[in-house]
């Protein structure tokens, strides 16, 4: 018996909504990095991009529990002495919701070029609209 390894060109992808409001975060960040990785695919394998693209619309009314709104800070750093920038995440959600929703899935995927080209078919979009219609995206269902 062969182990089977998925090859370049060889894996369909397939397109997803998902409608982030009133959703957690961390628990719609999880399902959309496996999504993206392809671990919910048969043809799995791990060195290679198998996952499908992710459309996520209403990324500006995601949800945070306890008292991350307050609590929870977002840092950057321009590389001077001193330049640490800080921002909560409260904050972030009024400026630029969709970075929220990209930070917490790119912690949950790989940490190398790979991770990089995944993170490509990610969609964010902070209002109801998006422009990927001619995809057909169909609705991303799971139990929660």
Known sequence: MKTYT?????????????????????????RIAMVLRGKT??????????????????????????????????????????????ISARHLLLKKPEEVLRHAVRGMLPKNSLGRQLLKKLKIYAGGEHPHQAQQPAPLNWED
Do not use: C
């Not at 409608?19 to 961390?26: C, N, S, T, V």
């Open 6 to 30: 998925a090859r370049k060109g060889e894996v369909p992808r397939n397109w997803y909504v998902v409608d982030a409001q009133g959703k957690i975060l961390g628990r719609l960040a999880s």
């Open 41 to 86: 695919k048969p043809v799995f394998t791990p060195h290679m991009d198998t996952g499908d693209f992710v459309v996520v619309v209403n990324a500006g009314l995601v949800r945070l529990t306890g008292k991350k709104l307050e609590n929870k800070f977002y840092y950057r750093h321009s590389g001077y002495p001193g330049g640490i920038k800080s």
